[in-house]
Every structure is written in structure tokens, then in C-alpha cells.
């Protein structure tokens, strides 16, 4: 017996909104509804298995992860990042994991605060005194910026508006759309992109061979130097890291405005937490911690939002599911955002609340795993949870916000975003911080 499947209409409204290039998380609810915690979609070339909730997750990302494959030679991705340790599996991810680890971890990261928040403030301060702003495209320019300097050692100030295009251009290329339902379709119009963005990895990587030993703070790309590996291999990680680093953290922040704007309340309480913590003083690596009320918001974000909604996986042997039997080489698709919005695990589970996050209050395992889980979890989680936090507080320091346009959908691009963006009323607040 196989897994169950979509009947007709659910089929084609998920064909529908693939090559209309919209969401296909609605039909996905709906279907996760219908027919449970395991099914499949059915079409000519894209046939995945869909699960979802702890027990799935589980199973996926610990206790049977070997027989689940990251690369898939068909994928964008794959062609985008080569041997990026995102694309590949077994040792050859290990060995390369372990050496861009050490560069993510609390401590080090710690070390860059102070340097978010100097860019947190250049992004701002081309702000109106009193305007509108999309907040989806200002924390893409934030976490850009942010991310090139603390793992590159980059100051892409002045590349920005060279480079935007090209990084709009490659996200594109990888984010769904209707060459997964026409794998044979060919896509135009990324070559340049992609030439572009390897030129300016390749130059970075050249500049920084030039003066390894000189920095007193070694980048994460000196680690990769240093490790003996060769540029092209170097351009796989910066490009991986590049994309996954900087794609989802403008997905987060931007989703996570949208809320502080759509709950007043919520907003008011963060903004007490940081005035009263931070007073006139700018986050520091010192304070950054305390902001728990902030971290909670976060976290509620994360859990309505994540934008990496799904674990993408090839089957590498069959395995059984719910009484079937899945061949192998079948697309698994294991999905974070069905499994944070549970209604047996979470309480009103598609409202935003994040006092569910107060400490003491328990959950179950794997109902939420917005950085996924196992030991190929998000490797820059802690770095993505410190910059939210250092940029929403300076945000909020400076600007009084609010939404001006209410009307926000999701957009199943290379993460999950809002869609058309997050237009905010802002509004300087004084006086000046020190
Ligand atoms: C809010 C921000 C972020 C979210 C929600 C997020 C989410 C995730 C998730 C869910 C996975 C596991 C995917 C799977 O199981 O298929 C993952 C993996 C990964 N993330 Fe993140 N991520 C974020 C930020 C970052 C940042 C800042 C970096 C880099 C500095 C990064 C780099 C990576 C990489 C390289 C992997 C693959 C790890 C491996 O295969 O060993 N992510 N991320």
C-alpha cells in the first residue's frame, strides 16, 4: 500500500501556485490535514514524500539520517554550490564542517557585535527622519553587510549596489519555481549572475592568500586558507555560507518586524526590555544575552515563519513510513513549518504569542526545530540568533515603528519571506543614543 495522495484539486492547486512561483504552503496545510503526518504529490517529474511532526523529524535528522542523501544532482542548488558542505554528504561534509565550526561559535561570535551594530546604524542612517521604509530590503543590505565583514572580512559598503543584483540573481535561481514540476525547462539568464558573484569570491579569496598572518583576528575564510583547501573549494563554502547566512537571516528579521508592527503590545514590551537593559548604550556582547524577553520573539518568529521551511532529502535506500514503503531515490521532504504549527503539540498554533517561550514552559522534542536538528543542524544558529537580536534592538532604539501596509503573504523563495516585503512607517525617535 502507498502513501496517501493528493486527489486532483489539492494537485493542481499546488502545480498552480508552483508555476505561478507562489507559496505552496496553503495546499500543503490543507493536505497535511486531509491525509496526515506522511504523504505524497504526485506529478509527471516531482513526485516527493511530504512528513511532517517530531516523530518524522526525528527519524529524518538523528535516528535514521544515514539513509537520507543532501545532495541531489538534479537540484539548482547543487549546481549553484558545487561541493558547498551544504550539497554534499558523508565525509567529504564532515571534514569540512569541522573546520568552518570553530569560526560560529557563541564566543566568536560575540566578538562581532560590535561590528553589527556599526552596520545595523549605517543601513539605518539612510532612513527618513519620517517615511516609509521595506524592511524586507533593508535587512537584506544589513545581514549582507554584517555577514561578507564577520566571515570574510570584507567591507562591501561600496560593492553594494554592484553586487545586489547579482545576489537577487542567484537566490532566484535556487528558489522553487516551475522547473520542479518541468525539470527539463531551461533556465536563462543566471550565467552572468553566477560569473559575477565567483568573481567577487575569487578576487576576496586572492586578496586575503595575499595577506594571511597579517590579521590579528583570523576570518573564517583564513580558516579555510589555512586548512590547505583550494579556491574552488573555498568558493563552494563562502558562496554556502553566503546564501544560507544571509538569504534567511533578512527572511527572519524582516518577518520578525512585521509581527512587532502587526502586535503592538509585543512591541512595547521589547522595547521596555531594551530600554531598560541597554538605557542609552548600544547592545554589546556583554548585554546581548539579557535581552530574554526580545530572544522569546524571536523564537515565536521563528516557529510561525522559518525560513527554511522544509529538509530537503533523497532517499538512499527504501524505508518504511506509516505502513509503506518508499523506494529509494525518492525527494523527502521533511516540514518544519507543518510541524511548528501543530495543534497537538502547540496551543492556538497560528497565533503569535511569544510568552509560549518562557523559560520553564515545556515542548516537545522536535516540535520545533526552525534550525533543523542532529548533527547537520544550522551551523550558524547562534550567530543568526545574536545578529537578530543586536539589529531589532538598534532598530528599535532608533526608529519608533509601525506597519503601513497590513496585507503581508509568504513567499516560497529560496527561504520563506514576506511577501510583497514589509513597508514600515518610521519614525526617528530622540534623543540621540551614546
Ligand atoms: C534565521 C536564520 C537561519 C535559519 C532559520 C536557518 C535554518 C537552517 C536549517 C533549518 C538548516 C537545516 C536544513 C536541513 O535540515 O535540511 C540549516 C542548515 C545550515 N545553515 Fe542555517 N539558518 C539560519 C542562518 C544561518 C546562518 C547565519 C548561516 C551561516 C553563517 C547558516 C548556514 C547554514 C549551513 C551552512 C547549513 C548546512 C549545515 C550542514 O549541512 O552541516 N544558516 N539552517
Redesign the pocket.
Known amino acids: 500500500m502507498g502513501l496517501p495522495s493528493a486527489d486532483g484539486r489539492l494537485g493542481l492547486r499546488i502545480l498552480k501556485d508552483l508555476l505561478k512561483g507562489g507559496s505552496i504552503l496553503g495546499a500543503l496545510s490543507a493536505m497535511r490535514e486531509g491525509l496526515g503526518d506522511a504523504f505524497q504529490i504526485k506529478f509527471a517529474g516531482f513526485k516527493p514524500v511530504v512528513l511532517s511532526g517530531p516523530k518524522h523529524g526525528r527519524r529524518i535528522?538523528v535516528k535514521e539520517r544515514d539513509k537520507f542523501a543532501?545532495r541531489n544532482e538534479s537540484d539548482p542548488v547543487t549546481s549553484l554550490l558545487r561541493h558547498g558542505?551544504?550539497v554534499v554528504d558523508d565525509e567529504e561534509?564532515d571534514k569540512l564542517?569541522q573546520i568552518i565550526e570553530p569560526a560560529?561559535t557563541r564566543k566568536h561570535v560575540h566578538d562581532h557585535v560590535a561590528m553589527m551594530v556599526g552596520y545595523s546604524e549605517q543601513v539605518m542612517s539612510r532612513w527618513p527622519t519620517e517615511g516609509t521604509v521595506d524592511m524586507l530590503v533593508e535587512m537584506r543590505k544589513v545581514s549582507l553587510l554584517i555577514?561578507i565583514k564577520s566571515l570574510f572580512g570584507v567591507d562591501i559598503t561600496d560593492r553594494m549596489e554592484s553586487l545586489w543584483p547579482h545576489v537577487l540573481g542567484v537566490i532566484k535561481y535556487v528558489s522553487p519555481g516551475p522547473w520542479i514540476v518541468l525539470p527539463w525547462k531551461k533556465r536563462f539568464g543566471f550565467k552572468r549572475n553566477i560569473r559575477e558573484m565567483d568573481s567577487f569570491l575569487f578576487e576576496t579569496i586572492q586578496s586575503a592568500r595575499n595577506t594571511t598572518g597579517e590579521r590579528s583576528e583570523p576570518t573564517l575564510l583564513d580558516d579555510l586558507i589555512s586548512a590547505g583547501l583550494n579556491d574552488d573549494t573555498i568558493r563552494d563554502q563562502m558562496l554556502?555560507?553566503l546564501i544560507?547566512?544571509h538569504d534567511?537571516?533578512t527572511a527572519?528579521l524582516a518577518w520578525t518586524l512585521y509581527e512587532l508592527g502587526a502586535h503592538t503590545d509585543t512591541k512595547s514590551k521589547v522595547v521596555e526590555e531594551v530600554t531598560s537593559i541597554l538605557g542609552s548604550d548600544r547592545p554589546s556582547k556583554e548585554s546581548i544575552d539579557r535581552l530574554e524577553y526580545l530572544g522569546m520573539v524571536i523564537n515565536e518568529s521563528?516557529r510561525l515563519h522559518?525560513?527554511?521551511h522544509v529538509?530537503?532529502r533523497k532517499s538512499k535506500c527504501p524505508f518504511h513510513v506509516n505502513g509503506s514503503t518508499v523506494p529509494e531515490n525518492t525527494r523527502t521532504m521533511f516540514s518544519?513549518y507543518l510541524t511548528q504549527r501543530e495543534g497537538e503539540h502547540w496551543d492556538q498554533p497560528d497565533t503569535f504569542m511569544p510568552e509560549r517561550f518562557e523559560s520553564g514552559n515545556k515542548r516537545t522534542p522536535f516540535s520545533f526545530l526552525?534550525?533543523?536538528g542532529g548533527p547537520?543542524?544550522?551551523?550558524?544558529?547562534i550567530?543568526?540568533q545574536v545578529e537578530a537580536k543586536v539589529v531589532l534592538a538598534c532598530v528599535l532604539q532608533s526608529f519608533e515603528i509601525e506597519l503601513a501596509e497590513k496585507n503581508v503573504g509568504e513567499h516560497m523563495g529560496a527561504t520563506l519571506e514576506p511577501k510583497p516585503g514589509v513597508t514600515m512607517s518610521v519614525r526617528k525617535r530622540m534623543p540621540q543614543l551614546s
Open positions: 535528522l543532501w558542505f551544504l561534509h564542517r560560529l555577514l554556502t555560507l544560507a547566512g534567511t537571516n527572519h521563528l522559518p525560513p527554511i529538509s530537503n518544519i526552525p534550525f533543523g547537520r543542524n544550522c551551523i550558524g544558529a550567530y543568526a
